[in-house]
């Protein structure tokens, strides 16, 4: 019964692929989001979904490209990785309501060599 | 844009002994909330605790409860009786409503807390 969860938990690739890491909640909220945490432990917002379209776009490189099939669904895809894009990335969802705090998933840490 | 600050890279605590955290934020909004996530080494995400701006009492969950300032712009967490499972990074972070009902949530960097047995 996980309420956020992402495929991969871990991913290792090299320097210009290609990848892709899923998420899926089956709480019925209706915004999903992705945060990136570098080696700080700094979060940070990448993109915000809500209903299947784009609220937030925190200036994030085009490389990155969220996909979200249905509102239980945002997936992100990664073109063309850097080695600074290795990190550890978060999907999370809420309730379409002013201040409901976020549910985060186990996040995924992506390594490029 | 708003920030939100956690001055404290890294705190220690006995076991049992209560600790408190810091975190001051900056808003010129007068209507958003502010949570406090704990991040053990196993990496989940998990709310620990939560204050809504307009409501003056301090929340409390537990052996956790906050010290919630809101003209100092201060949201600290205190944990009584500490335990082993507490070690883990605590997350400072506010909500902000957003244009079109969305909302937003920025984060602190961090206090990582030890607990000494």
């Known amino acids: 019964d996980t309420a956020v969860s992402q495929t991969p938990k871990y991913l290792v690739t090299q320097m210009g692929n290609d990848k892709s890491i899923k998420c899926e909640q089956n709480?019925?909220?209706?915004?999903m989001y992705w945060y990136k945490q570098d080696s700080k432990k700094f979060l940070k917002i990448m993109f915000s979904?809500?209903?299947?379209?784009?609220?937030i776009n925190e200036t994030v490189p085009n490389r990155f490209s969220p996909k979200s099939p249905d509102k239980a669904h945002l997936n992100l895809h990664i073109n063309s990785l850097e080695l600074g894009d290795s990190a550890v990335y978060f999907c999370?969802?809420?309730?379409?309501?002013?201040?409901?705090?976020?549910?985060f998933g186990n996040g995924t840490r992506l390594t490029v060599t | 844009a708003q920030t939100v600050t956690q001055s404290q890279p890294e705190m220690s605590v006995q076991e049992a002994e209560t600790v408190t955290l810091s975190c001051t934020y900056d808003?010129?909004?007068?209507?958003?909330?502010l949570f406090w996530y704990k991040q053990p080494p196993s990496r989940q995400m998990i709310l620990v605790i939560r204050?809504?701006?307009?409501?003056?009492q301090n929340a409390t969950e537990n052996r956790f409860s906050v010290n919630f300032q809101k003209a100092a712009k201060s949201f600290s967490l205190k944990i009584s009786d500490s335990q082993l499972g507490d070690a883990a990074m605590y997350f400072c972070?506010?909500?902000?409503?957003?244009?079109?009902?969305?909302?937003?949530?920025?984060f602190g960097t961090g206090t990582k807390l030890q607990v000494i047995p």
């Open positions: 709480l019925g909220h209706d915004t």
């Open positions: 204050q809504e701006a307009y409501k003056q």
């Open positions: 979904y809500n209903n299947k379209e784009l609220i």
């Open positions: 999370a969802s809420s309730k379409f309501l002013r201040y409901s705090p976020l549910h």
């Open positions: 808003t010129s909004e007068s209507d958003y909330y």
């Open positions: 972070a506010y909500l902000e409503g957003i244009s079109g009902g969305y909302q937003k949530v920025t």
